[in-house]
C-alpha cells in the first residue's frame, strides 16, 4: 500500500463572502469523516478557499482501503428451512446474494436464537474509484440555504461551476460533478498572473497558483496578510487600525491576493459623530477606519483591492470618490437632525407602531420609564434621571439619521441628548439601553444606565410574552433570548440584590390590559432561569447543581448565584455525596408519612444514634442559620457537612417506623428538623 497527496478544488464564480469560510470547513469535516468511515488511512488533512474555489489538501491519502473480514447475518434459522428440513426462499435468496451454497452458511448461537451467517473478505477499494463519490456527498451537504442552476446546467449549487480538479499525486482522478469534468486545468487570478494554470501535482498546488496564478489559496494566509497591512498603513500615521474580526473575514473572502492602500477624506465630515461614518465606511464600503492613540476618528482609511497596479494613485483617489458622497449623506442627516432637539422628535413616535397588540413606541417608551423609575428605586439609582433617559431612549428611531443607517440607533440618541445638554449619565443610558448587543459585550455599571437597560429589557419579554409570541426555535424576532441573558449578565455581574419576580409583576401591571396571557409572570420567570441555565453552562456549571438550587424557588437572581456557586463548593467535598445520598431519603420518608407541626421531644430519644444526631442538630443549627442569615451559603454547606457522620449512624442503627407512635412522630420530626436545615440552600437530593 502507497500513501499520496489528494487535492481536490472546485471552482467556482466568487462564492457568498459571508459563508465561505463555513463552506470551507463544513466541505472539509464532511468530506473528512467519509475518509473514516470508509476506512482510508490519511496523516492530516486541510482546507483552503478563495472567492472562487473550495478546494481540499489530504496529506499521505492511503491508495485503498485496507481488506476487511466481514460477517453477513441471514435469516433466523427457524425461519431459514420448513418442517421437513428445506431451505426455504428466504434462506435461498441470501445465500444467494452474497454467492455461496445454503451449505456454506455457518450458524451463529445467541439467547435470542440461531441464525445463518457467513463470514467473507470485503476487499478494499482503489481511493481513486471512492474519492469522486465522497467529494460529491460532501458538496451535496454544504449548509447552502438556496441553490441556483445556470445556463442550460440542470445542476444546482450555491454559485456556477468551471473548473474540477482531483488530483491523486500527480495522478489526474476522472469523474465528473456538478456538470464539469476533472481537468489538471484550474482558474488563476482574473485580473493578475495567468488566467489558467496548470496544476502538475497535489503537492505542488498551493505554489503554482501563488507563483502562476498570483492566487493565495491559504485563507488564514490571506486574513493575516490583510490584518499586517492594515495596521502598517496606521501605523503609517501614528494611528490604530479598526480590525473588526467580521469585517476582516468578509475581506478575506472577496479577495484572492489581498493588497491594501491608504486612502483620505476631508476632515470636514469628521464633524459628524465618527460611529455614522465609520457605519457607511465598514458596512457598504469595506473600508479599514483608523484612528488616533485618543481613539478619535482620523480621516483616513484603508481599502483592499484584488489588483495592484504599480502606480496605485487612480486607485486610490476612485475609492475617496466612491464614499464621499455616502459620508455627505451622513453630514446632511446628522445636519438635519440638528434643526430639533432629540426630545422633540418623541412625537413623531406617536405614528410609529412598535407591534400590533401593544401599541406605538411611544407608548411603550412610556412603559419602560415607569419601570426604569421602579428599578432605581430598588438599586439606589437617580430615579429621575433614569425617567428622563427611558422617555428619550428611542426618540433617535424618528431621526433622519437613524433611518437611513439603521444600525446607529443609541448612538445618536446619545450623541443628540449630549449636544442638547442633557446629563451624561442619560446620554449614556441611551447608548447603553442595547447593551449587551452581542455575546461578550459590555454590560451598563452605573446606576441609571442599568435601569433603563433592565427596563428596556424586560418591558420587551412581558410584552411580547404577554401577546403569546413566544420564540420557536431558532426564530426569535424581537431578541427574547438576547434580553433575557442581557438582564441576568446585568444582575450578576453588577451583583445587584432586589426581587427579580416583583419586577416582572411591576411589568404586567404597568403594560396592564396589553398582557393578554394569564401566565405571563411566570412564563417570563421560567424563560428567564432558562437563560440563566444556558448561562451557568457556557461557566461549565452542571445542569443538577442549577436544578438543586431552582427547586428552593429564589426571587433574588443574586441570591439564586450565591446558592450555585455555594453548591458548586459543596458538590467537591468529600461528605457530599453521602449527606446528598441521607437527604433523598429524608426526602421520601417524610413523603410518605404524615408529619404534624412539633419539635423533637428530648425525652423520647432512647438510641444512641438519635439523640447524637439531635445534639448534631442543636450545635450545627445556630451556625447554619447565622451563616444562611449573612448569605454566605457556601460556608453553610460546607457547615453542614459536619452532619455526614451522625446522619449516617442514625440510618444505620435507628428505625424510623418505631413500634410506638410517639417514639415513630419524635423521629419524624428529628428528620423535618433535618430535612429543613439542609434544604435551605439547595436540594442536594439531585446531584447525584
Known sequence: ??????????????????????????????????????????????????????????????????????????????????????????????????????????RLETPKGAWLYIKTLKKGKQAVEVV????????????????????????????????????????????????????????????????????NSADSYVEQLRNEGSVVADYDERKASIIKQVTDIANSVNGVADLDDALVEEVTSIVEEPHIFKATFEERFLKVPAEALVYTMKGDQKYFPIYDKEGKLLPVFAFASNINPKDP?????????????????????????????????????????????????????????????????????????????????????????????????????MHYAELDGEDPDVAQAIFEQYCPRFAGDKIPTKGVEIAVSLAEKIITLVGIFGINMLPKGDKDPFGLRRAAIGLVRIVLENN???????VIEEACNILDDKV???????????????????????????????????????????????????????????????????????????????????????ALLSEDAEKALSTALDTVSPKVNNLYTQGDYTQALATLSELKEPVDNFFDKVMVNADDPKVKENRLHLLQQLHNLIGKTADISVLY
Not at 456527498?137 to 461551476?161: Q, S, T
Not at 433617535?396 to 448612538?411: H, I, K, N, P, Y
Not at 450555585?564 to 431519603?585: C, I, Q, W
Request: charged residues 25%; aromatic residues 8%.
Open 1 to 106: 500500500m502507497t500513501n499520496k497527496n489528494l487535492l481536490l478544488e472546485l471552482g467556482t464564480e466568487e462564492l457568498p463572502p459571508k459563508s465561505l469560510r463555513n463552506l470551507a470547513q463544513s466541505l472539509h469535516d464532511s468530506f473528512v469523516k467519509q475518509l473514516k468511515d470508509e476506512g482510508l488511512e490519511f496523516a492530516s488533512s486541510k482546507w483552503y478557499a478563495t472567492p472562487r474555489r473550495l478546494a481540499l489538501f489530504i496529506e499521505g491519502l492511503a491508495d485503498k482501503q485496507e481488506d476487511k473480514e466481514v460477517e453477513i447475518k441471514g435469516p433466523a434459522v427457524k425461519a431459514a428451512f420448513d418442517a421437513e428440513g428445506n431451505p426455504t426462499k428466504a434462506a435461498l435468496g441470501w445465500a444467494n446474494a452474497n454467492g455461496i451454497s445454503i451449505d456454506q452458511a455457518q
Open 313 to 413: 494613485t487612480s486607485l486610490v483617489s476612485g475609492n475617496e470618490r466612491v464614499v464621499r458622497p455616502r459620508l455627505s449623506d451622513a453630514e446632511f442627516f446628522f445636519n438635519t437632525d440638528r434643526k430639533h432637539s432629540l426630545e422633540s422628535l418623541f412625537e413623531r413616535l406617536e405614528t410609529i407602531v412598535y407591534q400590533k397588540d401593544i401599541g406605538t413606541i411611544a407608548f411603550r417608551s412610556n412603559c419602560v420609564e415607569k419601570l426604569a423609575k421602579y428599578i432605581a428605586s430598588l438599586i439606589g439609582a437617580d430615579e429621575t434621571k433614569a425617567a428622563r433617559a427611558a422617555h428619550l431612549a428611542k426618540c433617535d428611531l424618528a431621526s433622519t439619521m437613524v433611518t437611513e443607517f439603521t444600525d446607529t440607533q443609541g448612538v445618536m440618541g
Open 496 to 502: 445587584l440584590s432586589f426581587n427579580f419576580v416583583k
Open 516 to 602: 393578554k396571557a394569564k401566565d405571563t409572570k411566570d412564563q417570563v420567570v421560567n424563560f428567564v432561569y432558562n437563560r440563566l441555565k444556558a448561562y451557568y453552562q457556557d461557566q461549565n456549571i452542571e445542569a443538577s447543581i442549577f436544578l438543586a438550587v431552582l427547586s428552593t424557588a429564589p426571587v433574588d437572581l443574586l441570591d439564586f448565584d450565591k446558592r450555585v456557586k455555594a453548591v458548586k463548593s459543596f458538590k467537591d467535598l468529600p461528605a457530599a455525596e453521602n449527606l446528598a445520598s441521607a437527604y433523598k431519603r429524608v426526602n421520601n420518608i417524610l413523603s410518605k408519612a404524615t408529619v404534624s407541626e412539633g419539635n423533637v421531644d428530648k
Open 132 to 199: 469522486p463519490e465522497m467529494f460529491k456527498n460532501a458538496l451535496k451537504a454544504l449548509p447552502i440555504p438556496r441553490l441556483m442552476h445556470w445556463g442550460a446546467k440542470r445542476e444546482e449549487f450555491v454559485r456556477p461551476v468551471h473548473t474540477l480538479c482531483m488530483l491523486f499525486g500527480d495522478e489526474l482522478i476522472n469523474g465528473s460533478i456538478l456538470g464539469v469534468e476533472s481537468s489538471k486545468t484550474i482558474n488563476g487570478h482574473r485580473f493578475l498572473g495567468q488566467q489558467k494554470v496548470t496544476i
